[in-house]
C-alpha cells in the first residue's frame, strides 16, 4: 500500500488506533497529555492530529505500546523523517535496540510519500519511496531500466518512463541540461505528439514519464498489422489511415509554428497507441535526453531530405574548416565533429568500407545549415507515401524494391542497392503514379482523395528545398481534400481557422481519451466537383518540379 496523504487520513481512525492498543495502553487515550501544561490535548487527539503517521511506523514494527512515550515526548508527523542518531530518544523499546532503530529509519520513508504532481519536476532524496509502479514487470528487468511502461498511484494513465544517467562525464547529462530540457518540453503539448507526464531525479538519474506510451512504432505496423487495427470494419481502417496524414502535418506545422524543427522524422519515430492514434515520439528535447540512442540507423540515411547528406568521406577531424561537398548541383557544407554541439541534434554514423546497401554509402549525418524545416517536410512526404502504400495494399518491401531498381550498385555478391527517398527521387515519381492508378480503381469514395494527396507529396518531395510546400499549406490542403474524401465526417484534429489564423489544437487529455478511430460530424458539406487530374510524375519534374497550385477540391468521378 502506498501511504499518501490521502491514505493516512482515511486509515488512522480512532476505532483504528483503539484496535492496534492493548487495554492498559486504551486507557490512557482520553486523558490529557503528560506535558499538559503545554497543550490541552489527549493522547488520542495528539495521535490524530498530529503523529498519524509515527503511529503507522509503530504498528508495522510492533511497538504501538510505545506511542505513550512517543507523545510524552512531544514528537510528532512533522518532525519526520528523523535522522538515525536521533532515532535512539523515541524510545522503542525499554533497552536500546538498533537494529529496531535502522527499520524505523528506513519504515518512515514509506509514510512519507510525495506523490508526483502532472507536469511538475520533483528531486527525491537517495531513501524516498518513489511512487512510481512498472505495469507487467517482467523478472530481471530492472526497476530503473532506461525504457519501460510504469503508472502512477491514483491515476489510471500508463506512461512510459525514461531513464537518463546524470553527471558530468561523457555518456551523461548534467542535472542542469536535465531540468532544462524537462521545461522545453513542457511547451510542447499537442494531440499528436509525445507529451510530458511527469519528472523526477533519484539516485543519481533522471527520469521523464511521457504519455501516451506505446510499444508499437510505424515501422512495426507496416511490417506486421497489429491486432487493434485489423479489428476495425474496412471504412474504419481506410478512414484512419487517411486522416493519419493529417494528424502528422498537423503536428508538424505546430512545431514550426512555435519555431520548432522534428529532424529526425522516419516511421521508427512515429508511434500508434492502443486506441490507433498516431503521434510523434522522438523530437527535440524528448531525443537529446536518450542518451542510449543508437544512431547508427540506416532509417535515418533513407528518409533524411537530400540537402542533409553528403557522399563520400566525412570529415571529422576536429581541426578541419568547414568544407563542401556537392549533393545534385548545390554544394553543402560538412559540419566538422567538433561542431556539431552548438548546431543541434547531430549523429555521426561511422560505417565500415566494406559495408553494403545504403549503410554502405553513409559516412555522415550533419545538420547542415540549411533550413531543417524543409528537411522535415521531405521526410514527411515520404512517410506519407508509405501510409498510402499501406492503404492501396502494397508491400513496403515492394516499394523499397522499385526505389532502389536504377540505384544498384555493381560488386561482388552483388551489393545491397541504395533504396533511401531522396537517392531515386525519379523512381518515387514512378511509384506514385503506380499508386494513383490503384486508387482509381478502388469504388470506395475515400480514395478520391489520394490523387490530390499524391500531388500534394510530389511537391513535398522537391529535390529544391524552397520549392516544396510549407506544412501550413500542406494541412490546408489536405484538410480540404480529406474533407471531401470523408464526407459527411471530417478529420478528428481540430478544426483550424485558416481564414484568420488562427489554430485552435484541441485538448490533448480530451483527445487521448477518446476513440482517437472516430470522426467528429460537421455541418455542411463539400462543394468539389470536376475531373481529377491524372499525375504524371517522373524523375524530371520531380527533381524541378513546375507546378505550385493544387486544387482545393476533388473531382466526383473517377
Same mark, same amino acid.
Given at each position: 500500500?502506498?501511504?499518501?496523504?490521502?491514505?493516512?487520513?482515511? +486509515?488512522?481512525?480512532?476505532?483504528?488506533?483503539?484496535?492496534?492498543?492493548?487495554?492498559?495502553?486504551?486507557?490512557?487515550?482520553?486523558?490529557?497529555?503528560?506535558?499538559?501544561?503545554?497543550?490541552?490535548?489527549?493522547?488520542?487527539?495528539?495521535?490524530?492530529?498530529?503523529?498519524?503517521?509515527?503511529?503507522?511506523?509503530?504498528? #508495522?514494527?510492533?511497538? %504501538?505500546?510505545?506511542?505513550?512515550?512517543?507523545?510524552?515526548?512531544?514528537?510528532?508527523?512533522?518532525?519526520?523523517?528523523? !535522522?538515525?542518531?536521533?532515532?535512539?530518544?523515541?524510545?522503542? %523499546?525499554?533497552?536500546?535496540?538498533?537494529?529496531?532503530?535502522?527499520?524505523?529509519?528506513? +519504515?518512515?520513508?514509506?509514510?512519507?510519500?510525495? @506523490?508526483?504532481?502532472?507536469?511538475?519536476?520533483?528531486?527525491?532524496?537517495?531513501?524516498?519511496?518513489?511512487?512510481?509502479?512498472?505495469?507487467?514487470?517482467?523478472?530481471?528487468?530492472?526497476?530503473?531500466? +532506461?525504457? #519501460?511502461?510504469?503508472?502512477?498511484?491514483?491515476?489510471?494513465?500508463?506512461?512510459?518512463?525514461?531513464?537518463?544517467?546524470?553527471?558530468?562525464?561523457?555518456? *551523461?547529462?548534467?542535472?542542469?541540461?536535465?531540468?532544462?530540457?524537462?521545461?522545453?518540453?513542457?511547451?510542447?503539448?499537442?494531440?499528436?505528439?509525445?507529451?510530458?507526464?511527469?519528472?523526477? %531525479?533519484?539516485?543519481?538519474?533522471?527520469?521523464?514519464?511521457?504519455?501516451?506510451?506505446?510499444?508499437?512504432?510505424?515501422?512495426?505496423?507496416?511490417?506486421?498489422? !497489429?491486432?487493434?487495427?485489423?479489428?476495425?470494419?474496412? =471504412?474504419?481502417?481506410?478512414?484512419?489511415?487517411?486522416?493519419?496524414?493529417?494528424?502528422?502535418?498537423?503536428?508538424?506545422?505546430?512545431?514550426?509554428?512555435?519555431?520548432?524543427?522534428?529532424?529526425?522524422?522516419?516511421?521508427?519515430?512515429?508511434?500508434?497507441?492502443?486506441?490507433?492514434?498516431?503521434?510523434?515520439?522522438?523530437?527535440?528535447?524528448?531525443?537529446?535526453?536518450?542518451?542510449?540512442?543508437?544512431?547508427?540507423?540506416?532509417?535515418?540515411?533513407?528518409?533524411?531530405? =537530400?540537402?542533409?547528406?553528403?557522399?563520400?568521406?566525412?570529415?571529422?577531424?576536429?581541426?578541419?574548416?568547414?568544407?563542401?561537398?556537392?549533393?545534385?548541383?548545390?554544394?553543402? =557544407?560538412?559540419?566538422?565533429?567538433?561542431?556539431?554541439?552548438?548546431?543541434?541534434?547531430?549523429?555521426?554514423?561511422?560505417?565500415? !568500407?566494406?559495408?553494403?546497401?545504403?549503410?554502405?554509402?553513409?559516412?555522415?549525418?550533419?545538420? %547542415?545549415?540549411?533550413?531543417?524545416?524543409?528537411?522535415?517536410?521531405?521526410?514527411?512526404?515520404?512517410?506519407?507515401?508509405?501510409?498510402?502504400?499501406?492503404?492501396?495494399?502494397?508491400?513496403?518491401?515492394?516499394?523499397?524494391?522499385?526505389?532502389?531498381? *536504377?540505384? *544498384? *550498385?555493381?560488386?561482388?555478391?552483388?551489393? &545491397?542497392?541504395?533504396?533511401?527517398?531522396?537517392?531515386?527521387?525519379?523512381?518515387?515519381?514512378?511509384?506514385?503514379?503506380?499508386?494513383?492508378?490503384?486508387?482509381?480503381?478502388?469504388?470506395?469514395?475515400?480514395?478520391?482523395?489520394?490523387?490530390?494527396?499524391?500531388?500534394?507529396?510530389?511537391? @513535398?518531395?522537391?529535390?529544391?528545398?524552397?520549392?516544396? !510546400?510549407?506544412?501550413?499549406?500542406?494541412?490546408?490542403? &489536405?484538410?480540404?481534400?480529406?474533407?471531401?474524401?470523408?464526407?459527411?465526417?471530417?478529420?478528428?484534429?481540430?478544426?483550424?481557422?485558416?481564414?484568420?489564423?488562427?489554430?485552435?489544437?484541441?485538448?490533448?487529455?480530451?483527445?487521448?481519451?477518446?476513440?482517437?478511430?472516430?470522426?467528429?460530424?460537421?455541418?455542411?458539406?463539400?462543394?468539389?466537383?470536376?475531373? =481529377?487530374?491524372?499525375?504524371?510524375?517522373?524523375?524530371?519534374?520531380?527533381?524541378?518540379? +513546375?507546378?505550385?497550385?493544387?486544387?482545393?477540391?476533388?473531382?466526383?468521378?473517377?
Amino acid at each position: 500500500m502506498l501511504w499518501d496523504d490521502q491514505q493516512v487520513e482515511s +486509515t488512522v481512525t480512532r476505532e483504528f488506533i483503539i484496535a492496534n492498543l492493548q487495554q492498559a495502553e486504551r486507557k490512557l487515550l482520553d486523558k490529557p497529555v503528560a506535558f499538559g501544561d503545554l497543550s490541552d490535548d489527549t493522547y488520542i487527539e495528539w495521535i490524530l492530529e498530529k503523529a498519524k503517521r509515527i503511529f503507522l511506523i509503530l504498528k #508495522e514494527l510492533g511497538v %504501538t505500546d510505545r506511542i505513550r512515550y512517543v507523545v510524552d515526548d512531544s514528537w510528532d508527523d512533522d518532525d519526520l523523517p528523523l !535522522p538515525l542518531e536521533a532515532i535512539a530518544r523515541l524510545d522503542l %523499546t525499554s533497552t536500546r535496540d538498533e537494529a529496531l532503530e535502522k527499520r524505523f529509519y528506513k +519504515t518512515q520513508f514509506r509514510y512519507l510519500l510525495r @506523490m508526483m504532481k502532472e507536469g511538475e519536476h520533483t528531486d527525491y532524496d537517495a531513501d524516498e519511496v518513489v511512487p512510481v509502479e512498472p505495469v507487467n514487470k517482467r523478472p530481471g528487468f530492472a526497476f530503473d531500466h +532506461t525504457s #519501460e511502461k510504469v503508472h502512477l498511484p491514483r491515476r489510471d494513465e500508463v506512461y512510459l518512463r525514461r531513464r537518463v544517467v546524470l553527471g558530468e562525464t561523457a555518456g *551523461k547529462v548534467s542535472e542542469e541540461d536535465f531540468i532544462c530540457e524537462v521545461q522545453k518540453m513542457k511547451s510542447i503539448v499537442h494531440q499528436h505528439i509525445i507529451s510530458l507526464g511527469s519528472s523526477y %531525479t533519484y539516485r543519481g538519474c533522471g527520469y521523464v514519464l511521457l504519455s501516451p506510451a506505446s510499444d508499437t512504432s510505424l515501422k512495426s505496423f507496416i511490417q506486421v498489422v !497489429p491486432q487493434q487495427f485489423k479489428v476495425l470494419a474496412k =471504412p474504419q481502417r481506410r478512414q484512419t489511415l487517411m486522416t493519419w496524414l493529417h494528424c502528422l502535418i498537423d503536428a508538424l506545422a505546430f512545431l514550426h509554428r512555435h519555431g520548432l524543427a522534428h529532424n529526425d522524422i522516419r516511421p521508427s519515430t512515429i508511434m500508434i497507441d492502443e486506441s490507433n492514434s498516431v503521434f510523434f515520439a522522438d523530437i527535440g528535447s524528448f531525443k537529446r535526453l536518450d542518451t542510449d540512442r543508437k544512431p547508427q540507423d540506416i532509417e535515418i540515411y533513407e528518409y533524411g531530405a =537530400p540537402e542533409r547528406w553528403v557522399r563520400g568521406m566525412a570529415v571529422h577531424e576536429s581541426s578541419s574548416p568547414t568544407k563542401y561537398s556537392s549533393v545534385g548541383k548545390k554544394a553543402y =557544407p560538412t559540419v566538422p565533429s567538433s561542431d556539431r554541439s552548438s548546431i543541434g541534434d547531430t549523429h555521426s554514423i561511422i560505417i565500415s !568500407p566494406t559495408g553494403t546497401g545504403s549503410s554502405a554509402l553513409v559516412n555522415d549525418w550533419r545538420n %547542415t545549415p540549411t533550413d531543417p524545416h524543409k528537411s522535415d517536410v521531405f521526410s514527411l512526404a515520404c512517410v506519407w507515401l508509405d501510409i498510402i502504400t499501406l492503404l492501396l495494399k502494397r508491400k513496403s518491401t515492394s516499394f523499397s524494391s522499385h526505389r532502389s531498381a *536504377k540505384n *544498384k *550498385k555493381a560488386g561482388r555478391g552483388g551489393g &545491397l542497392p541504395d533504396a533511401s527517398f531522396h537517392a531515386n527521387i525519379g523512381q518515387l515519381g514512378s511509384w506514385i503514379t503506380t499508386l494513383e492508378k490503384d486508387s482509381s480503381k478502388k469504388n470506395d469514395k475515400i480514395f478520391r482523395g489520394v490523387p490530390p494527396i499524391l500531388r500534394l507529396t510530389h511537391r @513535398m518531395l522537391s529535390r529544391d528545398p524552397d520549392q516544396r !510546400p510549407t506544412p501550413r499549406e500542406c494541412e490546408e490542403r &489536405l484538410y480540404n481534400f480529406l474533407v471531401s474524401a470523408l464526407d459527411p465526417e471530417k478529420p478528428h484534429c481540430g478544426i483550424h481557422q485558416f481564414g484568420d489564423g488562427n489554430w485552435d489544437f484541441g485538448n490533448r487529455s480530451s483527445v487521448r481519451n477518446s476513440n482517437m478511430t472516430s470522426f467528429s460530424r460537421q455541418s455542411g458539406s463539400s462543394t468539389g466537383s470536376g475531373s =481529377p487530374i491524372m499525375l504524371k510524375a517522373n524523375m524530371k519534374s520531380l527533381e524541378s518540379p +513546375t507546378s505550385t497550385g493544387e486544387p482545393d477540391h476533388i473531382g466526383t468521378a473517377m
